[in-house]
């Protein structure tokens, strides 16, 4: 079983939708729980970065997490073409440094 | 620019050539890491440095070597081709206490081996 598993899409939405982005994990002892951006052949950008259980928010962005579930979660509120991108969550495993596990990213195109 | 320098940014290498792969960061950041980007893997982690003059070994760092003689720059070398090292290669630096900055990414070397 991966560390982490996140669905690859694609996943087309037409622009102003609500767009929900899930991760997965097998270690309940996960601590750190990021979502990236990578646009077309560019590297990716952090984008949210949360600890506990929860939701943290960040202008159209939510980011959620289930610690008892394993489950993050990222939203897009009214999603614009200029979110289509690749989304990677990412997590931090306890004692690993500054070592991040990614998940393989979800390839998002939001269509006019 | 403040940022993660990576050159250069696309090579065609022949099976068995040598070649390093170039990252700079001028953020004064402790840690650096070298990860590559395969269609479907992810990204996965070859080598990593918390300081200058420590390195260790990811999760991928067979026929990959680094050093990290200054805190700015951290060198990837390919000691012998392989057409399975065909891939996107990414450097990234932070803090040496991980926080909500997170990660710099560089844009990427693709690099493809023949």
Same mark, same amino acid.
């Not at chain 1, 669905?7 to 729980?33: H, K």
């Not at chain 2, 320098?5 to 696309?10: A, C, H, M, V």
């Not at chain 2, 080598?47 to 200054?70: C, L, W």
């Given at each position: 079983?991966?560390?982490?598993?996140? *669905?690859?899409?694609?996943?087309?939405?037409?622009?102003?939708?609500?767009?929900?982005?899930? #991760?997965?994990?097998?270690?309940?002892?996960?601590?750190?729980?990021?979502?990236?951006?990578?646009?077309?052949?560019?590297?990716?950008?952090?984008?949210?970065?949360?600890?506990?259980?929860?939701?943290?928010?960040?202008?159209?962005?939510?980011?959620?997490?289930?610690?008892?579930?394993?489950?993050?979660?990222?939203?897009?509120?009214?999603?614009?073409?200029?979110?289509?991108?690749?989304? +990677? #969550?990412?997590?931090?495993?306890?004692?690993?440094?500054?070592?991040?596990?990614?998940?393989?990213?979800?390839?998002?195109?939001?269509?006019? | 620019?403040?940022?993660?320098?990576?050159?250069?940014?696309?090579?065609?290498?022949?099976?068995?050539?040598?070649?390093?792969?170039? #990252?700079?960061?001028?953020?004064?950041?402790?840690?650096?890491?070298?990860?590559?980007?395969?269609?479907?893997?992810? +990204?996965?982690?070859?080598?990593?440095?918390?300081?200058?003059?420590?390195?260790?070994?990811?999760?991928?760092?067979?026929?990959?070597?680094?050093?990290?003689?200054?805190?700015? *720059?951290?060198?990837?070398?390919?000691?012998?081709?392989?057409?399975?090292?065909?891939?996107?290669?990414?450097?990234?630096?932070?803090?040496?206490?991980?926080?909500?900055?997170?990660?710099?990414?560089?844009?990427?070397?693709?690099?493809?081996?023949?």
């Amino acid at each position: 079983q991966k560390e982490v598993e996140q *669905d690859p899409g694609p996943l087309s939405v037409p622009e102003g939708a609500i767009v929900s982005l899930n #991760c997965t994990y097998s270690n309940s002892a996960f601590q750190y729980f990021m979502w990236y951006r990578q646009y077309s052949r560019k590297g990716p950008e952090l984008l949210m970065y949360t600890y506990s259980s929860g939701n943290k928010e960040d202008g159209r962005f939510t980011a959620q997490v289930d610690k008892s579930s394993k489950y993050i979660s990222l939203f897009i509120r009214d999603s614009q073409p200029s979110d289509s991108a690749t989304y +990677l #969550c990412a997590i931090r495993k306890p004692g690993g440094g500054n070592k991040l596990t990614f998940g393989t990213g979800t390839q998002l195109k939001v269509e006019l | 620019n403040a940022g993660v320098t990576q050159t250069p940014k696309f090579q065609v290498l022949k099976t068995g050539q040598s070649m390093t792969l170039q #990252c700079a960061q001028d953020m004064n950041h402790e840690y650096m890491s070298w990860y590559r980007q395969d269609p479907g893997m992810g +990204l996965r982690l070859i080598h990593y440095s918390v300081g200058a003059g420590i390195t260790d070994q990811g999760e991928v760092p067979n026929g990959y070597n680094v050093s990290r003689s200054t805190t700015e *720059d951290f060198p990837l070398r390919l000691l012998s081709a392989a057409p399975s090292q065909t891939s996107v290669y990414f450097c990234a630096s932070s803090y040496s206490k991980l926080n909500n900055y997170g990660y710099t990414f560089g844009s990427g070397t693709r690099l493809t081996v023949v």
